[in-house]
């Protein structure tokens, strides 16, 4: 019987090889081997998706061929789909247009919030990669119709705004994401208007990549709805102010913080708010002058005793219950990079030099050498603060 079984299941793997090749489309390689049936059609000149796609296809590859567009119920038979790439190619517009549902385009973008023109289901599919095209926005519904999404990613296109993505979540069970690629677009900004909700679908998202776009402002509380996000990278973007609450979650889980590249100057008192479990902050190559050793913000020469000016200034009023929420406490496996600052060498920073000399995040620090004042440019941190006598408590 065993023999039988076995003399089976071989059969079967011939038949389904047999199969695959058989109907594999002009133009690309089909494949089965453990229990996956891979269709490679990149480089394949193809100006339309493929048609006659074999019903066991688990992937389609149709990297650097000439799209323009992508339909995404191109496929009746997709039912095993895990993952689809279409890098580099050009398409400009994703969306659905089904002919069993009698609506097109224009009809749907007059339909807010309703999915009834959907009918296509890639209820396997889990890795979508959309790198190197021109893409602006997703479809309305986009993850309605993708609801075990996990991977999406849209590096080196054109997308100015979140908003764009159409991110809503219209079920609960469509909220699967979990790695989300926007490096090297065109968005020049992280709004509370575009994320400050709990129907996003980014409830369950542990990476978010936004570096090497025009970020210029992080709005005090845009992550709040992100509850489980663990890295978030910003590096080689436009910042220069960190408002409190930059990076606070509703889950506290956030452990990574790319910050590098860009011109921050100012760091607030609570930017680090809420954030229990983080392990680096990378502040490699921006304008810090100096850190406070106590919140690990910037240490502000503005003075707070100003008329009209409080502690609480750089907090949206609309989001003072972060106050009472969100406590500035670190664990001790904290690590910061700060190489590559201008670093003011005073008394400002000798504070956060005497620390460093017992227990101290910045793990750099002996290395670190003073931009300012120019008669110590080039010398040792260490040395020049050791040197200095400081008496008022800054």
């Known amino acids: ?92 517009t994703v969306f659905f247009d089904s002919p069993n549902t009698g609506l097109n385009r224009s009809d749907i973008n007059k339909r807010p919030g309703v999915c009834n023109h959907v009918s296509h289901f890639f209820q396997r599919l889990w890795n979508i990669n959309l ?95 992100l509850d489980d996000l663990r890295s978030i990278n910003l590096a080689g973007n436009k910042l220069g102010f960190l408002p409190d609450f930059s990076f606070a979650t509703r889950g506290r889980n956030l452990e990574r913080i790319n910050l590098s590249r860009n011109q921050i100057d100012w760091i607030s008192a609570r930017t680090f708010a809420g954030l229990p479990k983080l392990q680096t902050i990378d502040l490699r190559a921006n304008r810090v002058e100096c850190l406070s050793p106590e919140r690990w913000s910037t240490c502000q020469y503005l003075s707070l005793s100003l008329p009209g000016l409080s502690d609480n200034i750089l907090v949206d009023r609309r989001l003072k219950h972060l106050n009472r929420r969100f406590s500035t406490t670190f664990g001790k496996s904290l690590r910061i990079a700060l190489a590559n600052n201008p670093l003011r060498c005073d008394c400002r920073l000798k504070r956060m030099i005497d620390r460093c000399m017992t227990e101290c995040p910045v793990s750099e620090f002996r290395s670190m050498t003073c931009d300012e004042p120019a008669s110590h440019h080039g010398n040792l941190v260490t040395n020049v603060t050791g040197a200095l006598s400081c008496n008022v408590t800054m």
């Open 131 to 225: 790198r190197g095209n021109i893409i602006r926005k997703l479809p309305k519904c986009f993850f309605y119709a993708v609801p075990k999404l996990q991977v999406l990613n849209l590096e080196e296109n054109q997308i100015s705004s979140i908003s764009n993505l159409n991110l809503f979540a219209l079920l609960a069970h469509t909220n699967s994401m979990r790695e989300l690629y926007l490096g090297r677009n065109r968005i020049s900004q992280l709004a509370r208007k575009d994320m400050y909700t709990s129907t996003i679908n980014l409830g369950r998202l542990h990476l978010l990549d936004l570096s090497e776009n025009r970020i210029h402002t992080v709005e005090s509380g845009v992550l709040t709805f």
């Open 1 to 92: 019987m065993a023999n039988f079984t076995w003399k089976m299941a071989v059969v079967t793997c011939i038949v389904l090889y047999i199969n695959a090749t058989l109907s594999c489309p002009r133009r690309c390689v089909c494949s089965y081997h453990n229990g996956n049936h891979p269709m490679d059609c990149s480089s394949g000149g193809f100006s339309n998706m493929v048609s006659e796609i074999p019903e066991w296809t688990t992937s389609i590859r149709m990297d650097s061929n000439r799209l323009q567009s992508f339909n995404l119920a191109f496929c009746d038979v997709c039912t095993y789909f895990l993952g689809l790439s279409l890098r580099y190619n050009n398409i400009s």
